[in-house]
């Protein structure tokens, strides 16, 4: 079993830059693929930015492209999101994920990740 907690949530202005961080137990968290998704009141849970087990392969969503920047630490087994020019449309709750396996394969995918934290939220007002 894994546990992801996030952290850095907040209200920021338009325009604005926050830093999330995900802590995850689990020495085998390490081997999978992470990721950050956020779902807005009232839509469904989307798909921002994943990251492969070595740090190296990056993948986002194109909303954010050019905006925010997925890491992770295998070390301190921490994957952060750091989010710049924030919109109103950025507004939700975020959460970071772990893979349900090594593959990195349908990473866009809620259903491709097993672990999940309980979310955090990021309002940013225009």
């Known amino acids: 079993q894994a546990q992801l907690v996030e952290s850095g949530g907040g209200q920021v202005q338009d325009g604005g830059s926050l830093r999330l961080s995900c802590t995850a137990s689990?020495?085998?968290?390490?081997?999978?693929?992470l990721g950050w998704f956020r779902q807005a009141q009232g839509k469904e849970r989307a798909f921002v930015a994943a990251v492969g087990a070595s740090g190296v392969d990056t993948y986002y969503a194109g909303p954010v492209k050019g905006r925010v920047a997925i890491s992770r630490n295998n070390t301190k087994n921490t994957v952060d999101l750091e989010m710049n020019s924030l919109k109103p449309e950025d507004t939700a709750v975020y959460y970071c994920?772990?893979?349900?396996?090594?593959?990195?394969?349908?990473?866009?995918?809620?259903?491709?990740?097993?672990?999940w934290g309980q979310g955090v939220q990021v309002t940013v007002a225009s």
């Open positions: 689990g020495r085998f968290v390490s081997a999978l693929p």
């Open positions: 994920a772990a893979g349900s396996s090594t593959s990195i394969w349908g990473h866009t995918y809620p259903q491709r990740y097993r672990y």
